[in-house]
């Protein structure tokens, strides 16, 4: 009966172990593979935080999302672009082969709004073609 009890005992301590590690080391989420839950221009984006940002946020957060707009400002040494001068993304790669002025269209992780700054953020951005 003891090893019984024994050998269940080191099963579920062994399971949990298993289990508690899954969760915790997860697989990090690729957001260039996902579809986009929506597609927005920045200023349409903006709108919205602007009008309601908590329901804008329930909305957004963390979602990945297309958008686009005309690229103000390129920051080579952090990987980021600025979006209409309102959509700071960091990009997966370093931006090649666009500059200022240039209409765009990225998909990334939109990580939320800087109501300070007016200014919203996006990580994980690719360029679509």
């Known amino acids: 009966m003891k090893k019984k009890i024994l050998f269940l005992l080191a099963v579920i301590i062994i399971s949990g172990a298993f289990f508690g590690y899954k969760f915790l080391y997860h697989d990090h989420r690729d957001v260039s593979t996902e579809d986009a839950s929506f597609t927005i221009s920045v200023k349409a984006l903006q709108d919205q935080f602007v009008s309601n940002d908590s329901l804008a946020n329930a909305k957004y957060a963390d979602k990945t999302i297309e ?3 005309k ?3 390129i920051d080579l040494a952090s990987n980021a672009i600025t979006i209409d001068e309102k959509l700071s993304a960091v ?3 370093k931006p090649k082969a666009i500059k200022a002025g ?3 269209k990225v998909k990334g992780r939109f ?3 800087d109501d300070l700054l ?3 953020k996006m990580d994980q951005v690719s360029i679509l073609k």
Do not use: N, P, S
Request: proline share 0%; aromatic share 12%; hydrophobic share 45%.
């Open 67 to 69: 958008i686009y707009g």
């Open 71 to 73: 690229v103000t400002a």
């Open 91 to 93: 990009m997966k790669e």
């Open 102 to 104: 240039d209409a765009i």
């Open 111 to 113: 990580v939320g709004y």
């Open 118 to 120: 007016e200014e919203l």
